[in-house]
């Protein structure tokens, strides 16, 4: 099967990664989208509990039969790196085609992720336009030889959402509604996620 992985902290997921994975499993041909939570991203010391941010995307995704929560990056050990996802992934189902799904703020900074040259070996790179995001092909292409090549991209309609703006305005008490699903915005309410602790 072919197989799309979108990976991310989930923290909240929101509107903007359920249009860009149904975009990517129309446009590529995907038989299934595995949102796959991040278990502690090296990059971010201050995400959620990864059972709150499972949970939440399994509540965004559970209308749709093409989407599944896919827990190998949670259920193992740290460092989290992409390139040891894939490479898990490969092992435990070789007879997989994997599309690895990001948006264009990732590719631009691609470069400085671990084993980036081996991760284009792994998978095939999906990359949906990001309002504000403008890769330069010829500079990645030297950072990491052979990424032009093997990108394609994803037409989406362009949204700025970003999981940290939404912490923000749940911690605001601004409403969530429209830009998360109700069931994600009832979660994050239920457990006060993104409550100033109190001092």
């Known amino acids: 099967m072919r197989i799309g992985i979108l990976g991310g902290t989930f923290d909240p997921p929101h ?48 209308d749709y039969d093409a989407f599944e929560v896919c827990l190998v990056d949670v259920e193992r050990p740290p460092p989290h790196y992409t390139v040891h996802l894939f490479e898990e992934l490969r092992r435990r189902w070789p007879e997989h085609e994997f599309w690895f799904i990001i948006g264009a703020d990732a590719l631009i900074d691609m470069p400085r992720w671990q084993q980036p040259r081996r991760i284009l070996e792994l998978a095939q790179i999906a990359v949906a336009h990001r309002p504000r995001y403008r890769p330069h092909l010829d500079e990645l292409e030297v950072a990491i030889p052979g990424i032009s090549r093997a990108i394609v991209w994803v037409d989406t309609p362009l949204t700025d959402l970003a999981s940290n703006d939404l912490q923000r305005r749940a911690r605001l008490g601004l409403p969530l509604r429209y830009v998360v699903t109700r069931e994600v915005s009832d979660y994050i309410q239920a457990h006060q996620l993104y409550a100033v602790p109190p001092a």
């Open 15 to 62: 509107i903007g990664h359920l249009v860009i994975g149904d975009q990517a499993r129309a446009q590529l041909g995907l038989d299934r989208v595995w949102f796959t939570p991040v278990g502690q991203p090296p990059h971010k010391s201050n995400t959620s509990l990864a059972e709150d941010r499972v949970a939440m995307t399994r509540l965004a995704i559970d």
